[in-house]
Structure formats: C-alpha cells, structure tokens
C-alpha cells in the first residue's frame, strides 16, 4: 500500500500516539471533574495537549487554546463568536473548504450577512491586495483556508492579515498545522482553528481554536464545565466557555503525545520532507501527457504536499480506483468537500484526483506515484 | 474522596510536626494541620487550566505545596484547590502573581473553621 491521502487523515501515527492514546484508555480520564488521582492525572493530560498547541501556534498562554471535535466544530464556533449581525461584511478566500464555506452560507443567507469570497489569481494563490481591495467600512470579518485541501495552494494569511487592517481574521490551518511552521501565528491571526488528525499527527475526533487575547468569543454549546457548578450559566472564561461537556481525553492524549513529536522533529524538518516528496512528485508527473495539475505549477513553493491533478480521458474517480487498483496507491477523488474550490480552479463538477504526502511517505513512494500515472495515461496501466 | 486521599495521591505525607520545605512533593494533610500553629491557605482558582498552569509553576520552583480538592465549604466547584502553610505565604503568592496565575479566591483553614483570606498582602 502507497498511502497518499493525508490531507485526509495522516496515516501512519507515530507510535508515541498510539502508545498515549492506550494509556489514557487504561485509566480513568475525567479531566477536571473531580479531585481523586485519576481525574487529576486526565485533566494534566489534557492540559499538555493545550501546552503542546499553543506551543505549535506560538501561543503564549495555553489557556487561549480549546478543544473542539474536529475543525469544522471550531470554525463554527469562531465564526459565531463574532456574533456577526444584518450589514456585516465578510470575506473569504475562493478556496474554502466546506468546513468554512457552509457556516458562511448558513450566516449569510438567514443573518443577512454579505458574504464575499475572493479569486486566487492565474497562479492559483490569493492575493492580499484583492482583500485589501474589496475592504469596506462594514467589513467585520476575514475567513481564510490556510491551505487548499484541493489545489495545495498556501494563502499569503499574514500579508492578507496586514492588509486587513484591524478587521479580525480566523485561520483554518487544517491542512497546514503540523505540516508547515506556524510557531509564530497566534500574535496576530485572531482565531486559529485546527484539526488534530491530520498533519499533527493526532488522533481523529480533536481539534479546537486558538484565540488571540482580546477575541470575542461564545459557546457553540453549554453544559457541564467542571467550574462554576453553582450556577446556570456556563463559564465566560477560556477555556471552559468553549468545552461544554467531558473533552475527548483519550484523543486528547494523544494529540499532545503527537504535538510532542512534531515539536522534537522540528515542523519545519517535516515541512522540508513533504516538499520535497511534492517535488519529486511533480516534476515526474509533469511529463505524462495529458495530465493537469491544480494550483500552483512544479517549482512553485507557495503551496503544501497536496496536489490534484485531472488526466485527459478519465475520470477522477476511475484514476483513483486504477491507482488503487493497479499499484495500491490511496488517493482521494471527486470534489473533497470543497466544491468552491473546484470551482475557482475549473475542475467542478468533474472533480480531480487528490495525491496527498505526509511525513511518513518515502521518495521511492513519490516516483511511482508519478509512474503510476505515466503508465495510466500511456495505456499501459496495471490493471 | 477527602482531603487526605488527594494529598496522598501526589505528596509524601508528612511527618507532624516538621515544617514543610524544599518542594511541593512534601505535603501535610489539611484535615490535621501541624503542630505549629499555623493555618492552611486554600488557593481556589477560575478554571481547572488556571490551577494546572500553577501546579506546574509552583513545582518547577520546587515550592511547599499540596493539591487537595475544593473544600466544599467554601466553593461548590469539583475540582482540585492548592493548599498551603500560612508561613509559606510569602514563598507561592508572589510566584503566582509574578506569573499572572494569581488565584480566584482564597481562604484561611484553622481545623474545620474556614475564613476568607485576603490576597492583597493584608492577611
């Protein structure tokens, strides 16, 4: 098996996440429920998770980090922490994931809010003079996909955070923490919203928000928060505003298992490994006839270890089943919940054919990918 | 669980009567203070991560402390308080201030008589 699709989930986990992820299921894990041993030992769990977070983002104070389920959870809660209302302005990129795209539209068409989403440029990458361009007084707000899920494209977000001005911004890293250095992100991206179980190397099913000092926030859901049990009103302070109900402690365990190994390979080791996967990737791939890629071109360094590609004469679907079928390799097709971005890049409806790489792939992976390829649209595929 | 229990799950026990020093792996149960005449000053904090944030600090500093949990005399919430000898005052609250980790509120433990006590050096 060739494993390329971990822009879908990263496979595999570092062993130290397996291994966290069975301790925690051997004790008894209530995070900040209760004063016995085992409680305090899960809440310190939980705990080096935030530290390890906040680490990856930059973040001074590990209280700003929360706990989400995934990334779409935490969009949602960021966006509806804005508390936007009738004659807001929003913009976003034109490659949004549906994890941003839907809240917006949701916001957008029962709120009355006016929602904008700006074009990459002919390369495929956004450009921050177009946000800054389409700035308006009424503008409250800036949503942006880091990295494509489908195009790999990376976001100028800082350069499109400074053109912005003093409008907030939320950061989608799901494609991007974890894969790309992002250590000094939380001094001026107002939300960071992540995901675990992709380049950070965690479990599925943890995620949250990074929060900048001075963001206003609100609860997606209240309940149980282990503080303030005398009244009915759930905590105002972070992070307990943001984590009704018991946190997912055995995923938890291991995301700060998994955020401890990245720290001590260095994201920007991974960062090198990935893109030079991409590279060898591209560069073989870029000779097959007939064969197109999305996003930025071989060469082009603004983007992440994911590249789509639309082949001549089949469909992104029988692409992916042949390369399954005949070499083991594991792509994605179709529109990856991104349909948007599709569209920004002239692949909808038809979709395209995904090839994700992650720290745990090999250059030998790289070129039969690409070989693979060669061979399919040569007519000379395994079958 | 009681007092006791918690204090047991992280420190030595203490022996009565000596004094505790050097580092917040010693401990005292706080439902039987020593015989020094001193009281327990049980630091509540906002949130579970405000209290792991000063567990952390007040270790690494190898300060005199206990983690016992919130005495519900005083606070309904379920989580854990820091306790720690009145003498040792001078030692953790301005470590914890100097660090922001300055607690919600706090309170003087005599045996089972509690009292509110002040954070601003008054106490």
Same mark, same amino acid.
């Given at each position: 098996?060739?494993?390329?699709?971990?822009?879908?989930?990263?496979?595999?986990?570092?062993?130290?996440?397996?291994?966290?992820v069975?301790?925690?299921?051997?004790?008894?894990a209530?995070?900040?429920?209760?004063?016995?041993?085992?409680?305090?030992?899960?809440?310190?769990?939980?705990?080096?998770?935030?530290?390890?977070?906040?680490?990856?983002?930059?973040?001074?104070?590990?209280?700003?980090?929360?706990?989400?389920?995934?990334?779409?959870?935490?969009?949602?809660?960021?966006v509806?922490?804005?508390?936007?209302?009738?004659?807001?302005?929003?913009?976003?990129?034109?490659?949004?994931?549906?994890?941003?795209?839907?809240?917006?539209?949701?916001?957008?068409?029962?709120?009355?809010?006016?929602?904008?989403?700006?074009?990459?440029?002919?390369?495929?990458?956004?450009?921050?003079?177009?946000?800054?361009?389409?700035?308006?007084?009424?503008?409250?707000?800036?949503?942006?996909n880091?990295?494509?899920?489908v195009?790999?494209?990376?976001?100028?977000?800082?350069?499109?955070?400074?053109?912005?001005?003093?409008?907030?911004?939320?950061?989608?890293?799901?494609?991007?923490?974890?894969s790309?250095?992002?250590?000094?992100?939380?001094?001026?991206?107002?939300?960071?919203?992540?995901?675990?179980?992709?380049?950070?190397?965690?479990?599925?099913?943890?995620?949250?928000?990074?929060?900048?000092?001075?963001?206003?926030?609100?609860?997606?859901?209240?309940?149980?928060?282990?503080?303030?049990?005398?009244?009915?009103?759930?905590?105002?302070?972070?992070?307990?505003?943001?984590e009704?109900?018991?946190?997912?402690?055995?995923?938890?365990?291991?995301?700060?298992?998994?955020?401890?190994?990245?720290l001590?390979?260095?994201?920007?080791?991974?960062?090198?490994?990935?893109?030079?996967?991409?590279?060898?990737?591209?560069?073989?791939?870029?000779?097959?006839?007939?064969?197109?890629f999305?996003?930025?071109?071989?060469?082009?360094?603004?983007?992440?270890?994911?590249?789509?590609?639309?082949?001549?004469?089949?469909?992104?679907?029988?692409?992916?089943?042949?390369?399954?079928?005949?070499?083991?390799?594991?792509?994605?097709?179709?529109?990856?919940?991104?349909?948007?971005?599709?569209?920004?890049?002239?692949?909808?409806?038809?979709g395209?054919?995904?090839?994700?790489?992650g720290?745990?792939n090999?250059?030998?992976?790289?070129?039969?990918?690409?070989?693979?390829?060669?061979?399919?649209?040569?007519?000379?595929?395994?079958? | 669980?009681?007092?006791?229990?918690?204090?047991?799950?992280?420190?030595?026990?203490?022996?009565?009567?000596?004094?505790?020093?050097?580092?917040?792996?010693?401990?005292?149960?706080?439902?039987s203070?020593?015989?020094?005449?001193?009281?327990?000053?049980?630091?509540?904090?906002?949130?579970?991560?405000?209290?792991?944030?000063?567990?952390?600090?007040?270790?690494e500093?190898?300060?005199?402390?206990?983690?016992?949990?919130? #005495?519900?005399?005083?606070?309904?919430?379920c989580?854990?308080?820091?306790?720690?000898?009145?003498?040792?005052?001078?030692?953790?609250?301005?470590?914890?201030?100097?660090?922001?980790?300055? #607690?919600?509120?706090?309170?003087?433990?005599r045996?089972?008589?509690?009292?509110?006590?002040?954070?601003?050096?008054?106490?």
């Amino acid at each position: 098996m060739i494993y390329l699709d971990n822009a879908a989930t990263s496979f595999p986990k570092p062993e130290a996440v397996v291994k966290a992820v069975e301790r925690a299921m051997l004790a008894p894990a209530s995070p900040g429920r209760s004063g016995h041993a085992a409680a305090h030992a899960a809440s310190r769990t939980v705990y080096r998770a935030r530290k390890g977070m906040a680490k990856i983002f930059g973040a001074s104070d590990p209280e700003r980090v929360c706990f989400a389920p995934n990334v779409t959870w935490a969009i949602n809660a960021a966006v509806g922490g804005f508390g936007l209302g009738p004659g807001a302005h929003v913009l976003s990129g034109s490659l949004e994931h549906n994890s941003t795209a839907r809240p917006l539209a949701l916001i957008s068409g029962a709120s009355g809010i006016e929602w904008e989403a700006v074009p990459p440029g002919p390369d495929g990458v956004l450009d921050p003079e177009e946000f800054r361009r389409r700035l308006r007084a009424d503008t409250r707000l800036i949503v942006l996909n880091h990295a494509s899920n489908v195009t790999g494209a990376l976001a100028p977000a800082r350069e499109i955070k400074e053109a912005a001005g003093d409008v907030p911004m939320i950061v989608d890293t799901a494609q991007t923490a974890g894969s790309v250095p992002l250590d000094g992100m939380a001094s001026w991206a107002d939300v960071i919203c992540f995901t675990g179980h992709k380049g950070l190397l965690g479990p599925t099913g943890t995620g949250g928000l990074c929060i900048r000092e001075g963001t206003p926030f609100r609860p997606l859901a209240v309940g149980g928060s282990g503080s303030r049990s005398e009244s009915l009103e759930h905590p105002d302070f972070l992070p307990d505003a943001l984590e009704a109900g018991t946190q997912n402690t055995h995923g938890l365990a291991g995301l700060a298992a998994a955020a401890e190994f990245l720290l001590a390979a260095g994201v920007e080791n991974v960062r090198a490994h990935e893109m030079r996967l991409t590279g060898i990737f591209m560069e073989g791939a870029s000779k097959v006839p007939g064969l197109a890629f999305l996003g930025p071109g071989p060469g082009d360094p603004r983007r992440v270890a994911t590249v789509s590609v639309v082949m001549e004469g089949i469909s992104s679907s029988d692409l992916a089943r042949r390369l399954e079928e005949g070499y083991g390799i594991m792509t994605r097709s179709g529109l990856h919940c991104a349909p948007m971005a599709h569209r920004a890049s002239g692949s909808f409806p038809g979709g395209a054919t995904r090839f994700s790489f992650g720290l745990f792939n090999t250059e030998e992976e790289a070129v039969a990918a690409a070989g693979a390829l060669g061979e399919i649209a040569a007519g000379r595929g395994r079958r | 669980m009681s007092a006791g229990a918690a204090a047991r799950r992280t420190r030595t026990a203490a022996r009565p009567g000596l004094p505790l020093t050097g580092t917040g792996k010693a401990g005292g149960r706080q439902d039987s203070p020593l015989n020094d005449g001193q009281g327990d000053i049980i630091l509540v904090f906002a949130s579970n991560t405000r209290i792991l944030e000063a567990e952390e600090l007040l270790e690494e500093g190898g300060l005199p402390f206990i983690l016992v949990p919130v #005495p519900k005399e005083v606070n309904p919430n379920c989580g854990l308080a820091i306790s720690l000898r009145e003498g040792d005052r001078d030692l953790i609250l301005p470590a914890l201030a100097d660090a922001g980790l300055m #607690p919600q509120s706090a309170y003087l433990r005599r045996g089972d008589e509690f009292a509110g006590y002040p954070l601003d050096g008054s106490g």
